[in-house]
């Protein structure tokens, strides 16, 4: 569907963009939609986003690296 190869483009996309982007084509090709490990795809899209911004996502339950919730405030 051409996201892998937009993402592994490096003419039109830069590191950051491409790592985070793994993670997206990652857990599309599974093809459970996060069904199989839903605790591990979230984790990983919320990683990716934070990597991106910087920020966690906004008004979101955020998970930490054991798949257990983490007190955000």
């Known amino acids: 569907d051409g ?8 003419s039109t996309s830069d590191r950051i963009h491409r790592e985070a982007g793994y993670n997206m084509v ?3 090709d599974d093809k459970s939609h996060g069904i199989h490990n839903p605790d591990y795809a979230v984790q990983l899209l919320q990683q990716s986003y934070r990597y991106l911004t910087g920020t966690n996502v906004p008004n ?4 930490d690296g054991q798949m257990q919730v983490a007190d955000v405030q």
């Open 60 to 63: 979101a339950v955020i998970h």
């Open 26 to 28: 990652y857990l599309h």
């Open 3 to 10: 996201v892998v190869e937009a993402i592994s483009d490096v």
